[in-house]
Nanobody, 114 residues
Framework: QVQLVESGGGLVQPGGSLRLSCAAS????????MGWYRQAPGNQRELVAA???????NYADSVKGRVTISRDNAKNTVYLQMNSLKPEDTAVYYC????????WGQGTQVTVSS
């Protein structure tokens, strides 16, 4: 099964930017839709953004206009560009297929704080 490794998180001030990466151990070409999810303490994991092989994207209302998902099938990597970050974006971010069917990776922590 494809393994997922997320990276790129960190501590950033409100209004800052981060670019998250999700590297897959195998081909994601056959996975039509990939997504980024996040889980804040005390909250359920939620879908933040998804992208199909055809490039169709959808975003949670909470991040629309501030976040861009992209994928590079040749590199088996999915990206999440996050701008104008807010404290409420603080969470552990994960990638997975959408709908999810792969094992979760370890995630990458994003903390937005001054």
């Amino acid at each position: 099964q494809v393994q997922l490794v997320e990276s790129g998180g960190g501590l950033v001030q409100p209004g800052g930017s981060l670019r998250l990466s999700c590297a897959a151990s195998g081909s994601i070409f056959s996975i039509n839709a990939m997504g980024w999810y996040r889980q804040a303490p005390g909250n359920q994991r939620e879908l933040v953004a998804a992208i199909t092989n055809g490039g169709r994207t959808n975003y949670a209302d909470s991040v629309k206009g501030r976040v861009t998902i992209s994928r590079d099938n040749a590199k088996n990597t999915v990206y999440l560009q996050m701008n104008s970050l807010k404290p409420e974006d603080t969470a552990v971010y994960y990638c997975n297929a959408h709908p999810r069917f792969l094992d979760w990776g370890q995630g990458t922590q994003v903390t937005v704080s001054s």
